[in-house]
């Protein structure tokens, strides 16, 4: 017998990217690479650029305005406010206190999360969580990058991979009968591993360099350890739901690199068609790259209501996790 259930449903997302592109050629131009080196081994052929004096707040009240129109729900109506993001405007306070200002909200709680490019898959668990535990009815969830910001653009390794961007949803309590069926988030499984912190990281920070420091990566171990972890991750909420890979209408990966996503469809064996692509146009926009994949998906009529919608990230950390909804 089924126990009715609080269950966090999608009623909106929103989307912004800045409005500077910047392409393979451009950083052929002054790095020793070239677009089809870029293109042949991560799928990406341009990225977005924060304009200067724009913050990852504003990226994020302008995916936040978008979502909050979508879903038809008043901002005075939300409860919570959590902002995924490695890229804070300031060290204090949190990010999501400012989108909190900017949208006008006077009310509830508003903080970041910080799990890199599993940060919106974290957030989302966490709202999922308030809501089930009944004490949110209504949560404004974002990912929001400036990663622009924390790049080495001397280094090619690196400073091709990254984009600017944010995305976000609005999430509502509804009723559920408990089961797979349910409309909302079904699952989500969250990990991490701090051994491999040297693998990916940022030189610096204000306890240990008092500077905002570079990114750094270890390309090779951080793509083997995600083909491994992001396949199991998604093994581990099919489980939870008692699903298999073929009940699975839309994949909607971490944009960070198309061979990984690649991988990850295949021993899902989900044809190309299902998964949601926006690393060519996006890079990898860290926290900001799920949502933005989805609310693309979603607004051009690909996602449609009562299909199954399966989120998995892998960031520094390392951290990693899959989220599970019913649209």
Known sequence: MRNNIRRSVIRGCGAYLPERVLTNEELASRLDTSDEWIVSRTGI?????????????????????????????????????????ATPDETF??????????????????????????????????????????????????????????????????????????????????????????????ATCLHTDGVHHDYLYVDGGPSSTQKVGHLRM????????????????????LEATNLTADAIDWLVPHQANKRIIDSTARKLGLAPEKVVLTVDRHGNTSAASVPLALAEAAADGRIQEGQLVLMEAMGGGFAWGGALVRW
């Open 93 to 186: 306070p949190a990010t999501a206190t400012t989108v909190q200002r900017n949208l006008g909200l006077r009310r509830g709680a508003a903080f970041d999360i910080q799990a890199v490019c599993s940060g919106f898959i974290f957030a989302l668990a966490t709202a999922d969580n308030f809501i089930r535990a009944g004490q949110a009815e209504r949560a404004l969830v974002i990912g929001a990058e400036t990663f622009s910001r924390i790049l080495d653009w001397e280094d090619r390794s690196t400073c091709v991979l990254f984009g600017d961007g944010a995305g976000a949803v609005v999430v509502e309590a509804a009723d559920g009968n408990g089961g797979s069926d349910d409309r909302g988030v079904l």
């Open 45 to 85: 052929r341009q990225r977005y650029i924060a304009a200067e004096g724009e913050l990852t707040s504003d990226l994020a009240t302008r995916a936040a305005e978008e979502a909050l129109a979508a879903s038809g729900i008043a901002v005075d109506d939300i409860d919570l406010i959590i902002l995924a993001t």
């Open 218 to 237: 270890a390309g090779r171990e951080v793509f083997r350890h995600a083909v491994v972890n992001l396949a199991e991750v998604v093994n581990e909420v």
